[in-house]
């Protein structure tokens, strides 16, 4: 008999309030980890291309088990008196249109049918060569990342650019190289502590490399510039493209507050980029018509509050700096809903799991 779990009010909004831990067997986790690398592989085509089906080309193909069928089929005898039996028929070859059937009418392949078979040629797939291959190289092994595979694939990196160096590459080919790099490892959110500790090291040992990621950082305040809302009654195509790039937004933040935990970014760029979005963040509750905006705004804020950061042993952060966020957060997580037009019940719940950090 199947046993039956009873919840209070209270198990539920506990739940609701702290979560739940729940631990993914590594084969699940492997799986999930696998369909990461594709969908956030640059290769990665997102929206499949169906080409229509070329219907012709199709029946030609089918033309001699037709013709087989209609004169006489498998033991060569027909009672309808074709090829099989000795009656007449043409020499060219037939089709049969789909739906009738072998005595009713019968059209001969045309021309440009035939023209088709014998202009037919195998797709030739493009072979990269120099620095492409190494790039290539690149790209696969850092789309391959996993627990398991991350001392194998830093090792493959490492020498691919390695060998890339040993080539004289120009300037553009090396920032070409190094923002590759930057693109793959900081939009990968399942994995952005392994790849911020993977881009910790080619930082150290490669100039080009980190001359892209100081350029990468010093923009950093802009991408809190590009928030928005799109309904996708409106607009679906654009919805969709506001749900991707908010996606890669947090994939990226998550990516430098990880590169704080290998000290390749100060903390006080963090504490920098909280306040700002705190005070912005003001503004907009008291606006109409800005929940979604002020709810992503929160998500971005829940990923840069990160407990390992902010932590009693961690002396490298501004006392003050910390004390005006977290006043704020406390603030507005102790609000009402109708307090501010734009401040929604799920907001105030995701600030209250700061706060409980």
């Not at 012709?56 to 033991?75: A, C, H, L």
């Not at 028929?89 to 440009?112: T, W, Y």
């Not at 309904?231 to 996606?247: A, I, T």
Request: with cysteine.
């Amino acid at each position: 008999m199947a046993q039956v779990y009873k919840y209070t009010i209270h198990d539920i909004n506990n739940i609701i309030l702290n979560g739940f831990e729940y631990k993914l067997n590594d084969d699940v986790v492997e799986v999930i980890s696998n369909l990461t690398s594709e969908v956030g592989s640059p290769t990665y085509i997102k929206t499949p291309n169906f080409q229509k089906q070329n219907t012709e080309n199709d029946d030609i193909k089918t033309q001699k088990y037709q013709s087989r069928s209609i004169y006489g089929g498998v033991g060569g005898s027909s009672s309808g008196g074709g090829v099989g039996s000795g009656g007449s028929g043409k020499n060219s070859s037939i089709k049969r249109h789909k739906g009738m059937s072998n005595k009713q009418h019968l059209d001969p392949v045309k021309d440009d049918d035939w023209e088709t078979i014998r202009t037919f040629s195998t797709t030739k797939m493009e072979q990269h060569e120099g620095i492409d291959v190494f790039i290539d190289n690149i790209r696969s092994n850092l789309n391959k990342m996993s627990i398991k595979t991350y001392d194998e694939i830093n090792t493959n990196v490492i020498s691919n650019i390695d060998q890339l160096i040993s080539q004289n590459i120009s300037h553009e080919e090396s920032h070409k190289i190094s923002s590759i790099i930057f693109d793959i490892v900081s939009s990968n959110r399942f994995y952005s502590k392994l790849y911020a500790n993977l881009y910790s090291n080619l930082i150290s040992k490669y100039e080009f490399i980190k001359l892209v990621f100081k350029e990468k950082e010093a923009s950093l305040g802009d991408i809190l510039n590009n928030v928005y809302y799109v309904s996708p009654d409106e607009n679906y195509d654009l919805f969709c493209k506001m749900n991707n790039e908010n996606e890669k937004r947090k994939a990226l933040i998550s990516f430098f507050v990880n590169l704080v935990l290998y000290d390749v970014i100060a903390i006080c760029k963090i504490e920098e980029l909280l306040i700002q979005l705190l005070d912005n963040l003001n503004i907009l509750i008291k606006e109409e018509n800005k929940k979604f905006v002020v709810d992503e705004y929160i998500e971005i804020i829940f990923i840069l509050y990160n407990k390992e950061l902010f932590n009693n042993e961690n002396k490298n952060f501004s006392v003050d700096n910390h004390t005006k966020i977290i006043e704020t957060i406390k603030h507005l997580a102790g609000v009402k809903v109708k307090t501010y037009p734009s401040l929604s019940s799920k907001s105030i719940f995701k600030l209250m799991d700061i706060v409980e950090m």
